[in-house]
Nanobody, 114 residues
Framework: VQLQASGGGLVQPGGSLRLSCAASGSISRINTMGWFRQAPGNQRELVAVISSGGSTNLADSVKGRFTISRDNAKNTVYLQMDSLKPEDTAVYYC?????????WGQGTLVTVSS
């Protein structure tokens, strides 16, 4: 499975970004797609995940600001990030998992700063 993530960058506090991650290859066993993030000095943490049926789970710190969605036909997961805060600054990693499989993308940097 190959994961191609895009959409990171520099944004001012209060701004928005949209991350995308497209999966390709042997994806038949993939169920859950989502995003994790890791800030300097911190452990990697869950941001948001979505199942193939559309059930979502978001970290409390991003609820009401971030929205996760997926396009099953395109095998792509999206993370719409609104009202960004400096504490959202991190490397964001795409993750896909299913029965006996767990894959990570290369990471995309999101920097929230004025």
């Amino acid at each position: 499975v190959q994961l191609q993530a895009s959409g990171g960058g520099l944004v001012q506090p209060g701004g928005s970004l949209r991350l995308s991650c497209a999966a390709s290859g042997s994806i038949s066993r993939i169920n859950t797609m989502g995003w994790f993030r890791q800030a300097p000095g911190n452990q990697r943490e869950l941001v948001a995940v979505i199942s193939s049926g559309g059930s979502t789970n978001l970290a409390d710190s991003v609820k009401g600001r971030f929205t996760i969605s997926r396009d099953n036909a395109k095998n792509t997961v999206y993370l719409q990030m609104d009202s960004l805060k400096p504490e959202d600054t991190a490397v964001y990693y795409c993750n896909v998992r299913g029965a006996l499989v767990n894959y990570w993308g290369q990471g995309t940097l999101v920097t929230v700063s004025s």
